[in-house]
């Protein structure tokens, strides 16, 4: 055989090596996701998601992190390196979903929404109820049928008029199967993945979706050694960042990068989206819960130019999320959003192009401020970009002697200048 064959044929055993490896990622990715939207997890009750989350990451990635909880349900997950934390990772477990009101004579459910729902968006759909024996049954949300309904009743369904009904005829029925008021409800909907389109449809995506992407950055950081960073999963999210304000004078870090299920806006008519599906992961400036601060955003955007990464910008009227808690303590935070079709519905699409995008955005990020940060420190510090020097500012203070131990000798001095 030629030379030029054998280097041929190597070539081709490579490329198809690669292709098995990628797909085989792929696959794990795909589980991965349906998984997490296919638990049971909203908001107050996230146990089924913890266990998952822990249980995956346990396998994967320890000894590098060491894991523990709190009263509310929070995961924390550290290194075991004892290395100085620059960054905290942040994701949300909790889905929006339901809890049982009353239980009426006809058998019926009353019920009021966790999270931010449209009522519009529950009626009619398959329901999961989560009994006190800790079982599951399963129900439907009703409304009057349009047969029934007079003038009045046919405008906007709100929840005061909703019921669940999982099949019973009295309220000794459903005490019966273990449905009282207090048990949790979320949507029953499967989640499925379609090749052709490389999308999600499921539910809880706001935002299991987050809750996969960091679980995948903190695998990329444990292969690539980076140990400068912390992870929190949080609970109680969609009912008033009630995890977050739990967890936050517990947190290390002193940036924050959140990932969230952010709701996309390429369905609505909208001219010039800014958080298109399939278009790469967003970076909200504004929301009504926070101002993004504008030079850890550009630092942001400057990896992302670098890398050659899609990145898209949105500006939001309404909307919050954990970092509206951890940049009023002190945390500069950015927001890492996966475009999320139909967020806070019972079925959802996102794309896997998306969740990978903002896994390398997030990973480069890291390496970026890490890097920078060990640089500092060099006798013969390079010349730094602008927005790179604000960033050496803020983690060593305005002390020009930044030859410091990057393993954390040196504490947070609190009266250190900060460059904005």
């Not at 909790?94 to 729902?117: C, H, K, R, Y």
């Not at 390079?382 to 960033?391: R, S």
Request: hydrophobic letters at 35%; proline letters at 5%; a negative charge.
């Amino acid at each position: 055989m030629s030379e030029s064959k054998k280097q041929k044929q190597n070539a081709t055993g490579k490329n198809r090596n690669k292709q098995t490896k990628a797909q085989a990622e792929k696959k794990k990715t795909i589980e991965l996701v349906q998984a997490l939207s296919s638990a049971f997890g909203p908001s107050g009750m996230e146990d089924e998601v913890r266990d998952e989350i822990c249980t995956r990451l346990q396998a994967h990635t320890k000894p590098r992190y060491t894991f523990s909880c709190d009263s509310i349900g929070n995961l924390y997950v550290e290194n075991a390196c004892n290395s100085k934390v620059w960054i905290t990772l942040d994701a949300h477990m909790d889905e929006v979903g339901f809890m049982i009101q009353n239980v009426l004579a006809d058998g019926t459910l009353s019920f009021l929404p966790l999270g931010g729902w449209d009522p519009v968006n529950a009626a009619g759909q398959a329901v999961t109820i989560h009994t006190v024996y800790g079982g599951r049954i399963r129900g439907v949300v009703t409304s009057i049928p349009p047969h029934f309904q007079n003038g009045q009743e046919k405008k906007q369904p709100d929840f005061s008029s909703l019921r669940i009904d999982i099949g019973a005829d009295s309220r000794d029925q459903v005490f019966e199967a273990g449905v009282e008021p207090g048990c949790f409800v979320v949507p029953q909907t499967e989640c499925t993945f379609d090749w052709q389109f490389n999308t999600f449809c499921g539910k809880a995506f706001d935002d299991r979706i987050g809750c996969a992407a960091l679980m995948m950055t903190l695998e990329q950081l444990k292969d690539q050694e980076l140990s400068h960073v912390e992870a929190i999963f949080t609970a109680q999210e969609e009912v008033g960042e009630r995890g977050m304000m739990a967890a936050v004078e517990a947190l290390k870090g002193k940036l924050a990068i959140c990932f969230e299920g952010c709701p996309a806006d390429d369905t609505f008519g909208e001219v010039f989206p800014t958080s298109a599906m399939g278009k790469g992961p967003m970076i909200r400036a504004f929301d009504k819960s926070m101002i993004t601060h504008p030079k850890w955003l550009g630092f942001a955007r400057l990896i992302a130019h670098k890398n050659d990464l899609p990145l898209q910008i949105a500006v939001r009227k309404g909307g919050g999320t954990n970092g509206g808690i951890l940049h009023t303590h002190n945390i500069p935070t950015i927001v890492i959003g996966i475009p999320t079709r139909y967020a806070h519905s019972s079925c959802c699409f996102c794309s896997i192009e998306d969740l990978n995008n903002a896994v390398k955005l997030a990973c480069k990020i890291i390496e970026g401020v890490v890097e920078i940060a060990q640089s500092a420190q060099d006798s013969f510090a390079p010349i730094f970009e602008p927005k790179e020097e604000w960033l050496i500012e803020y983690l060593f203070g305005s002390n020009p002697d930044r030859n410091l131990n990057f393993e954390g000798d040196r504490p947070f001095d609190p009266d250190d200048e900060l460059p904005f």
